[in-house]
């Protein structure tokens, strides 16, 4: 079975910090997809990015990075410089291909000002 | 390109009503999705078409649930004799054709609330 975990419920960090979000995923596919989407307090999901298992490399999209790491089954996400602006909850989500989505609970983000 | 839309966007009801929610996909995407989230959990499966068929239903969906996605256009979710429990965030998701199947873009979702 396919299980995603977030095991940090909440971060608190002051604008500018970086700050890191894990996930690890659990499953017996060798072709899947991971995801990460952001929840902010309006409710929609946003598509932030998403990786094949076939593709261990790193990605940078701005103050966005993603670390892939096959040996471990991660996938995080870093946010450098820290705005108000990415408070939100943060999702990472494992996908077979094509299908449905496994999400894990959702990290908190607070950025304060 | 309009997105995922989907109304209504909040219902309340009290417990043994009947509710339905539309969700009208990207059009061209012959996926569609449904999910569940409840407060402070990440979204969960319920069920998901391909074109007009539906190929996958989660254990969530009781007989109380049901989905269809006539001529494979928008769908409709109903739920049935509703219960406290059924509260939740009811999100709308579609994907296009095959090779781009694994991007979902998702809907701003019906929050259901009931008394």
């Known amino acids: 079975a396919q299980k995603v975990t977030q095991a940090q419920t909440e971060i608190s960090v002051v604008e500018k910090e970086d700050v890191t979000l894990d996930c690890v995923y659990e499953?017996?596919?060798?072709?899947?997809?991971l995801f990460w989407y952001k929840q902010p307090p309006s409710g929609e999901l946003v598509f932030l990015i998403r990786?094949?298992?076939?593709?261990?490399q790193n990605e940078i999209s701005g103050r966005y990075s993603w670390n892939f790491q096959k040996s471990t089954s991660s996938f995080n996400f870093t946010i450098t410089a820290s705005q108000v602006v990415d408070s939100a909850v943060y999702f990472c989500?494992?996908?077979?291909?094509?299908?449905?989505?496994?999400f894990g609970a959702g990290t908190i983000l607070r950025v304060k000002s | 390109d309009t997105g995922v839309s989907q109304d209504p966007r909040h219902k309340i009801t009290k417990r043994g009503q009947n509710v339905t929610f539309r969700c009208d996909p990207i059009?061209?995407?012959?996926?569609l999705y449904w999910y569940r989230q409840t407060l402070g959990q990440g979204p969960e499966f319920l069920t998901y078409?391909?074109?007009?068929?539906?190929?996958?239903k989660s254990r969530l969906l009781s007989d109380r649930f049901s989905a269809e996605r006539p001529k494979g256009s928008f769908s409709t979710l109903e739920i049935q004799r509703t219960e406290q429990g059924d509260s939740a965030m009811y999100l709308c998701?579609?994907?296009?054709?095959?090779?781009?199947?694994?991007?979902?873009?998702f809907g701003p979702g019906t929050r259901l609330t009931v008394t």
């Open positions: 078409f391909q074109n007009e068929a539906q190929l996958e």
């Open positions: 059009s061209e995407h012959n996926r």
């Open positions: 499953t017996r596919d060798t072709t899947y997809y």
């Open positions: 998701a579609s994907s296009p054709p095959l090779g781009r199947q694994h991007e979902q873009y």
């Open positions: 990786r094949n298992s076939f593709d261990e």
């Open positions: 989500a494992l996908s077979e291909y094509g299908n449905k989505l496994v």
